[in-house]
């Protein structure tokens, strides 16, 4: 299963890749070669001299989480539910619009679900870091409902990353129980 594959490979390569980079040492000659100042001694301490850090590992994370959840939505709805009409490309990310258009019209309303807060908001996160690198911005507030300081970088830590597994184990069982 595709969310197995985020879990296992993206997930751990979010949290081994500093560790890998921390023993990746470059030697005096090398760094000569490349024009690596002196004082940076491995690949980790060069990312972060760059100006840059590993926090966008954790954000694909989250992208490919959400993109897990996108397709399990349409492989169980297209295989489990008679939906003749035409979805738009993006329609299974619009998560109210697959809740509204499809469950709620069946009698389940997904919004009843703990689970279900938690993967939209996932979602929301996703959004900004496609489209904000991360940043918040108001209308991530508005449709969380949270009152984050605007531009401020959402906080992608393990926590939230477990956090939006489960929910996603949570849905499946869910989806599974129909």
């Known amino acids: 299963m595709l969310h197995n594959i985020t879990r296992n490979v993206v997930f751990y390569s979010s949290d081994m890749t500093p560790i890998d980079h921390q023993r990746r040492l470059f030697d005096s000659e090398m760094k000569t070669v490349l024009g690596i100042p002196q004082e940076v001694n491995n690949m980790y301490e060069y990312i972060l001299f760059l100006g840059s ?4 590992l954790k ?4 992208v490919s989480a959400c993109t897990d959840v996108e397709f399990l939505f349409k ?4 295989n489990y539910f008679d939906t003749s009409a035409k979805k738009s490309k993006n329609f299974y990310q619009r998560l109210d619009d697959v809740n509204n258009q499809i469950f709620v019209i ?3 309303d997904l919004n009843d679900f703990s689970f279900f807060s938690r993967i939209k908001l996932a979602f929301q996160v996703r959004h900004i870091c496609i489209h904000n690198m991360g940043f918040i911005d108001e209308g991530f507030n508005q449709k969380t409902g949270l ?3 605007i531009d401020s970088k ?3 830590n393990n926590t939230f990353i477990n956090e939006t597994f489960e929910a996603i184990d949570q849905l499946i069982g869910f989806l599974d129980s129909l």
């Not at 954000?59 to 989250?62: F, G, S, V």
Request: glycine share 4%.
């Open 59 to 62: 954000m694909l994370t989250i």
């Open 147 to 149: 009152d984050l300081p």
């Open 75 to 78: 492989q169980y709805i297209e």
């Open 106 to 108: 069946k009698g389940i």
């Open 154 to 156: 959402f906080d992608i």
């Open 53 to 56: 850090d590993y926090s966008r």
